[in-house]
């Protein structure tokens, strides 16, 4: 698959860059995506919820009613999960939800996600740029001149570049990482896919590699 080179102002430069069949033309594997999605969510959580059962509430611990002969069921302790203001049954505890996927299974998802942007033609390549200073005027003139504006874009920059990043980290709706970080959930979250020329390279390497 050949994509057109384009500058940042949205001339065309009259290049093509040949994608690989190995990663943007493969099958897409629908469960390797869903796995990878799956993890990249579980590592979002924190984890931290916590609720206090009947031996960490505060409260008295007499019994604090007779056993036999009122009539009603027996009670040994204010801190029941049965009363208010007393313990819960199984509350949720501190607890990580990282899980362990191999790094095939996510090369292959990435490569699934990659496939299925190329077959929607929702990639473009853009010719190496930079800004002089950061400034999110800049990055929204880019936008505009790529005609991006109105939908959301990942930028996958060949290597961490400070002024692109300060320039268009508050833009809503536009992601910016780098090749080394390319995940399944942020190709897939985009509606066009943008890769400077610098990082196709890279982006092959490390999938090509696993």
């Excluded at 056993?67 to 801190?79: D, E, F, P, Y």
């Excluded at 292959?108 to 999110?136: C, G, W």
């Amino acid at each position: 698959m050949n994509v057109a080179v384009v500058k940042n102002n949205g001339e065309d430069t009259g290049r093509k860059v040949k994608l690989s069949k190995e990663i943007f033309g493969i099958e897409p594997n629908d469960h390797a995506i869903y796995l990878d999605v799956k993890q990249y969510l579980a590592n979002q959580r924190q984890g931290t919820h916590k609720a206090k059962e009947r031996s960490e509430v505060r409260g008295s611990t007499r019994k604090i009613k007779r056993q036999k002969g009122t009539g009603t069921a027996r009670a040994g302790s204010i801190k029941s999960p049965l009363f208010r203001g007393g313990g819960r049954v199984f509350g949720p505890k501190p607890r990580s939800y990282s899980f362990k996927l191999n790094k095939k299974v996510k090369a292959l998802a990435r490569k699934s996600a990659l496939s299925y942007k190329a077959q929607e033609k929702a990639i473009a390549v853009l010719e190496d740029f930079t800004f002089e200073a950061p400034r999110t005027k800049d990055y929204i003139a880019m936008l505009n001149n790529l005609k991006l504006v109105d939908k959301k874009t990942l930028f996958v920059l060949p290597q961490s570049d400070r002024n692109v990043i300060l320039s268009g980290r508050n833009i809503k709706n536009t992601k910016i990482t780098t090749a080394d970080t390319l995940n399944t959930y942020d190709v897939l979250h985009a509606d066009t896919l943008v890769l400077v020329e610098s990082s196709v390279e890279k982006i092959e390497q490390n999938l090509l590699k696993k």
